[in-house]
């Protein structure tokens, strides 16, 4: 038992050293490959940094191209502060192409349709004339919102500019809601609460940014459709 457990482990041992011997025999490195071995060590320490001094190059004028774009639109729309801020805020504006910004401009200004009418939702008037007005208001916002989807679907396509006036017709209706919901509470003879009236003057902005981007874009585009000719 104990001699051959020692012949075990010798046999172990001598077929191991042997086996190093061997793979150190086997691994004699043919210089061709040693000096592409240092090219590709150098290749990764030089490469590198050059790659990830550039790709930060690159999307540092991306943010400041994109910016520009952004407040170049915005300069087209009567609320420059209040565009350009949900504009640059807006998931995924940084990487937009300039026809998309009409698009863009109208989502934000359905969002901010559904925001008014949730929050209309948590107040709790008791007299009817409020309860009427803000009935009205989540109606006319309900509208509003289902107008402004079918502009944003129309808007998915750079080719919407083809369809401009349709796009202008049904921005400048949805700008007309806000306007019908506050109408609501003077006819109702009610006073509006502040939060809901400053709720409603962004919804006015946001809308009339979208309709401002939108007829400067396709007003653009008829513009290079002539020149073109
Ligand atoms: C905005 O408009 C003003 C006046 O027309 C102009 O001086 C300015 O350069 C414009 N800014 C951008 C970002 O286009
Ligand atoms: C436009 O918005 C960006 C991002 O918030 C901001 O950095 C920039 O200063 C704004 N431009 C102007 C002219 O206010
Ligand atoms: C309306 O009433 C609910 C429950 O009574 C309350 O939680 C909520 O804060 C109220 N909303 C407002 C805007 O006062
Ligand atoms: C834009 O093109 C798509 C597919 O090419 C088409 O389905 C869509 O109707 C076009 N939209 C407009 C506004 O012409």
């Not at 790709?55 to 609320?79: A, F, H, M, P, V």
């Not at 609460?193 to 902005?205: C, G, I, R, T, V």
Request: charged residues 25%; hydrophobic residues 40%.
């Amino acid at each position: 038992m104990y001699f051959g457990r020692q012949t075990d482990m010798q046999s172990i041992k001598s077929s191991h050293k042997s086996g190093v011997a061997r793979s150190w025999r086997g691994h004699v490195v043919p210089f061709p490959v040693m000096c592409s071995v240092i090219v590709v060590c150098v290749g990764i320490v030089f490469i590198r940094p050059i790659n990830a001094q550039q790709q930060q190059e690159e999307t540092g004028l991306e943010r400041i191209r994109s910016s520009d774009l952004i407040e170049s639109l915005c300069n087209k729309t009567l609320y420059f502060d209040v565009c350009n801020s949900s504009l640059s805020a807006y998931p995924g504006a940084d990487q937009a192409k300039r026809w998309e910004f009409a698009r863009i401009a109208a989502e934000l200004s359905r969002n901010d349709a559904q925001i008014v009418t949730d929050y209309i939702l948590t107040l709790n008037a008791t007299d009817p004339a409020s309860c009427a007005a803000l009935e009205d208001c989540v109606e006319v916002l309900d509208d509003m919102v289902d107008e402004l989807n079918d502009c944003i679907s129309l808007m998915a396509d750079s080719n919407w500019t083809q369809r401009a006036d349709d796009v202008k017709t049904w921005l400048s209706a949805a700008l007309t809601y806000p306007y019908t919901c506050i109408e609501g509470f003077t006819d109702e003879d009610v006073d509006m609460d502040q939060n809901m009236k400053e709720k409603s003057e962004y919804l006015k902005k946001f809308t009339s940014n979208a309709l401002a981007i939108a007829s400067y874009l396709s007003d653009e585009e008829s513009y290079k459709w002539i020149a073109d000719f």
